[in-house]
């Protein structure tokens, strides 16, 4: 039973560190700062759930969005 709950941890473990390393930069830049990061985290979700995320107006507006950061 232990060991596959190690198992588990590792696969949740690397599955953050994938959805973290596909984040966009400016994110990951204020990673250092919850509070920052916790915001930026919060706008992106709001910008992909209401855009389509390849289309180039939300790569702009993520940037305009994150520039007080």
């Known amino acids: 039973m232990e060991r596959s709950e ?7 473990y690397y599955l953050g560190i994938k959805i973290f390393n596909n984040l966009p930069l400016e994110i990951k830049n204020v990673a250092g700062n919850q509070k920052k990061f916790k915001i930026a985290l919060e706008k992106l979700y709001i910008l ?17 969005v994150l520039q007080d950061f």
């Open 6 to 12: 190690t198992i588990y941890q590792k696969e949740a």
């Open 48 to 64: 992909i759930h209401f855009t389509h995320w390849n289309s180039t107006l939300v790569k702009c507006e993520l940037r305009t």
